[in-house]
């Protein structure tokens, strides 16, 4: 069990809708990453939070936007969802700001099958 | 930015050893880790070597680092079905953007 916490599981919806997905990081880690995986597309990072600011942006679409809260916690926000976004989608934490010396935690993930 | 490059797939027979090779471009990597994702799972951590070593092992892993080609392996003495899972390479020098490769897909043949 690595801590993180990600809900839900999964997630069936349909094209043009919006979905969340939250992230409990691990207790006591400040930076949260989301991700994105897709079989052919691998793992693409999108967004890292520490401590509540924005720290850092991969390829995240302007569709998707993501938030970290006072208590940590984080949500990533999909909207007018399209066929393509249907992958799994994870949640790392790490101590630190800056990743290189404190390894990622990751969470289960969240299934995301767009209809 | 950093790219990193993995075979898609290995397939091995059980007992055997497994070798799965990475290459990557940033040469200001100071944390080289493995991840493992198992069916079903996210990625957890494996093990990591330090730029400053060549060779590590742990148990049935070994972690070899050449840097002056940017190229990274895991070795896995003994495989086990229980070792079929999708292995990621995450070269991390702490800039951005957080890369890690495609993975390689471990298959075991009992």
């Known amino acids: 069990d690595s801590g993180v916490t990600q809900t839900p599981k999964h997630l069936i919806t349909a094209t043009g809708q919006r979905v969340t997905l939250r992230c409990s990081p691990r207790?006591?880690?400040?930076?949260v990453y989301w991700y994105q995986q897709s079989l052919d597309q691998g793992l693409q990072f999108l967004i890292q939070?520490?401590?509540?600011?924005?720290?850092a942006k991969g390829n995240i679409l302007e569709r998707f936007s993501a938030q970290q809260f006072p208590d940590l916690h984080s949500e990533l926000n999909l909207s007018s969802l399209e066929l393509g976004d249907s992958a799994l989608y994870f949640c790392?934490?790490?101590?630190?700001?800056?990743?290189?010396?404190?390894?990622?935690?990751f969470g289960n993930g969240t299934r995301l099958t767009v209809t | 930015g950093e790219d990193v490059e993995q075979s898609l797939f290995l397939s091995v027979r059980e007992g055997d050893s497994s070798v799965i090779n990475c290459t990557y471009t940033d040469s200001s990597s100071t944390y080289l880790y493995w991840y493992k994702q198992e069916p079903g799972a996210g990625l957890q951590l494996l093990t990591y070597?330090?730029?400053?070593?060549d060779m590590k092992q742990d148990q049935r892993l070994t972690v070899l680092l050449n840097k002056k080609d940017k190229h990274l392996s895991l070795r896995i003495a003994d495989t086990q079905t229980g070792d079929s899972a999708i292995y990621f390479c995450?070269?991390?020098?702490?800039?951005?953007?957080?890369?890690f490769g495609k993975g390689t897909r471990l298959s075991v043949i009992a």
């Open positions: 939070y520490y401590n509540g600011e924005e720290r």
């Open positions: 070597i330090f730029s400053n070593m």
């Open positions: 207790s006591g880690d400040l930076s």
């Open positions: 995450h070269p991390n020098s702490g800039n951005t953007p957080l890369v």
């Open positions: 790392a934490s790490s101590t630190t700001a800056s990743s290189y010396n404190s390894p990622l935690h």
